[in-house]
């Protein structure tokens, strides 16, 4: 009995050991980081709910028009200016970038919290721009520690997987929103700015052990694509559970405990993913089991240094060939210098940063970006005016304002999705995609330049889409021509063609051809509204144009890439996982073969026994 209860102790230790073992393969395999990067990318696009607080800001600190569209500007300033975040990720690991991230959020939101609420003197307006700006510039911070390690870690699939963690930074929007009424039931904005300021730095914090640089892991195409598309299929079912409510929440009115009921439903489909989660680590966890009992000499490894290698001494220079490079001008050096520094590598290795900003692939697909994401986003930012001219009622522009937010998340998972699809079975080039995705969107923009009746929703679903579409694409470009090395400081110069695009498209074309427009209805009267379909013909004419001229730009670089996309663009990482799992199995071989050797002369010195002779 003594004996059984030792077994039995026995075995409940072990399986005690077992489940801690397996907790903490969750919580430190690559699955979970993914999840977590999910969370990080669904808390921090708090810049899009701006508008739901903009009138406290206005109302409290006795702001006009004008110096909220100043706000306004730092706030989408701040979002995309990323450069600084890229290039600390380049030389740090990722806590922290988040951990920065995490203090921005909480430091510019909180001031302004603080402020609108009356427990601070009542700042100057440079000071509330510098809040925002700070505030807003940590959405970059929480996206570079996400996205790029998850990149990083994971390089094949990473079109659907862009396409995932930049649709639940469109659905940030939105899910915000149902936390809000939740919590505040939609009466205290003010209350909303402390719950931004608090919740995306709580989710940065609990994630700095989970987010970090790992091994890439050799993966079976099929199988490594499964639990992407079980996450695409929650996002999806989480999507269409917001779009239902959006919709209902404009014709009915909840009360407190069903406001909390539907917040419930979100945060359980936002922690659905954790499932598929704990499967696949469940999977690899038998996997690892079976292989340890199939192999039990291959759990004691030797470890076995190897000399490190000596490099052989360089020849001493002649000293004619001394005095001859010595005697070489200068400027052949500089040139040389030059040339070592900007001369880009082949498409798919390596960049460094000033062989990639000046590289033609780069300019051109900048200006595809100037003129594509520009031009969609200025559709985006002026669609309350675009509905209020063409005589739309208020309920009803807030419907196309849900139906963008909705459409730009469903672009963004589709398009990482099929473009990831196109490209790993027909060797469809990405930058096609973008092209076309750039030529769909000229459609939205003439809807709007011509103003066809009850063709607003359509044009907002077009534009909405198209806008969320261009975004996986154009990460997943950079990261394949220019490489992963830099894709930090990289893939964040290429969100600075977005601001560059609505200035241009936006300011100086859209708004002073509206003011003109409605000087001209109004008698020369200043900041006066426009109404009807001329307001935004001419702007929304000239947008079309350029998007046209984007589109070019983006097949350009399609006739550059073509050779490039028809080859096996992820060739090089299945190169390194195997080379790792070919190091890892020469280390368990070496360890068998030395247990054995070990086994072998214990045996052979072993003293000559009547048992050996039986």
Request: proline share 4%; aromatic share 12%; glycine share 8%.
């Amino acid at each position: 009995m003594a004996s059984a209860r030792a077994c039995n102790d026995t075995g409940t230790g072990s399986a005690s050991l077992d489940a801690l073992g397996f907790v903490a393969q969750v919580l430190r395999g690559r699955w979970m980081l993914i999840f977590a990067c999910f969370l990080l990318m669904s808390a921090a696009g708090t810049t899009y709910i701006f508008g739901i607080y903009s009138k406290d800001l206005k109302s409290s600190l006795g702001y006009d028009q004008q110096t909220l569209n100043t706000l306004s500007f730092y706030k989408d300033l701040g979002a995309n200016i990323n450069i600084v975040s890229g290039l600390i990720n380049e030389v740090t690991p990722p806590w922290v970038v988040l951990s920065m991230g995490a203090a921005m959020n909480l430091f510019g939101y909180l001031m302004i919290y603080l402020a609108i609420t009356g427990r601070l003197a009542r700042p100057k307006v440079w000071q509330m721009c510098l809040y925002i700006y700070v505030g807003a510039n940590s959405q970059s911070f929480a996206s570079t520690g996400a996205l790029v390690t998850c990149v990083k870690n994971i390089p094949d699939n990473r079109g659907m997987l862009l396409g995932l963690l930049k649709g639940f930074l469109g659905l940030s929007g939105a899910i915000f929103d149902q936390l809000y009424l939740a919590f505040y039931g939609g009466d205290d904005s003010k209350s909303l700015v402390l719950l931004i300021a608090w919740l995306p730095s709580a989710i940065a914090i609990l994630s700095l052990p989970i987010v970090r640089i790992m091994e890439v892991v050799k993966t079976v195409a099929k199988e490594s694509a499964k639990p992407f598309y079980c996450f695409l299929y929650i996002s999806l079912a989480l999507v269409a559970y917001l779009m239902v409510m959006i919709i209902v929440e404009k014709s009915v009115s909840f009360s407190d405990p069903e406001y909390a009921a539907n917040a419930a439903v979100v945060v359980f489909l936002l922690f659905l993913p954790l499932g598929v989660v704990i499967k696949e680590e469940l999977r690899i966890w038998k996997q690892k089991k079976r292989h340890t009992l199939s192999n039990p000499r291959a759990t004691t490894m030797v470890v076995v240094e190897k000399p490190m290698a000596i490099q052989p001494a360089q020849p001493e220079p002649e000293p004619d060939a001394a005095e001859s490079s010595s005697s070489k001008p200068k400027k052949s050096s500089f040139v040389s210098w030059m040339v070592r520094t900007f001369k880009a590598p082949m498409r798919g290795e390596d960049y460094t940063i000033p062989q990639a900003l000046a590289s033609i692939d780069m300019i051109v697909l900048v200006f595809a970006v100037v003129a594509g994401v520009g031009g969609t986003l200025t559709a985006i930012d002026n669609m309350g005016q675009i509905g209020e001219s063409l005589g739309y009622p208020a309920k009803s522009i807030g419907t196309f304002v849900s139906l963008i937010s909705i459409w730009n998340c469903l672009g963004r998972l589709a398009s990482g999705f099929l473009s990831e699809i196109l490209l790993t079975r027909y060797k469809f080039p990405r930058p096609l995609v973008l092209t076309l995705v750039i030529l769909v969107s000229c459609v939205g923009h003439l809807l709007i330049a011509f103003g066809v009746p009850g063709s607003l929703y359509f044009s907002s679903v077009i534009i909405g889409f198209c806008f969320g579409a261009q975004a996986p694409i154009i990460l997943a470009i950079i990261s394949e021509i220019f490489g992963l090395k830099y894709y930090s400081t990289l893939y964040n110069f290429g969100s600075i063609a977005t601001p560059l695009g609505t200035y241009i498209l936006n300011i100086k074309v859209t708004g002073r051809l509206y003011d003109l427009e409605a000087a001209k209805q109004n008698h020369g009267v200043k900041e006066a509204t426009c109404i009807g379909t001329q307001c935004f013909k001419h702007a929304f004419l000239v947008i079309t144009a350029a998007t046209l001229v984007g589109a070019a730009a983006s097949f350009i670089l399609v006739w550059r890439s073509w050779s490039f996309y028809k080859g096996d663009v992820y060739a090089k990482f299945r190169v390194a996982a195997e080379s790792a799992v070919e190091g890892e199995n020469a280390v368990v071989a070496s360890a068998e073969t030395n247990n054995t050797s070990a086994f072998k002369e214990k045996d052979e010195n072993r003293p000559y026994s009547n048992k050996d002779h039986q």
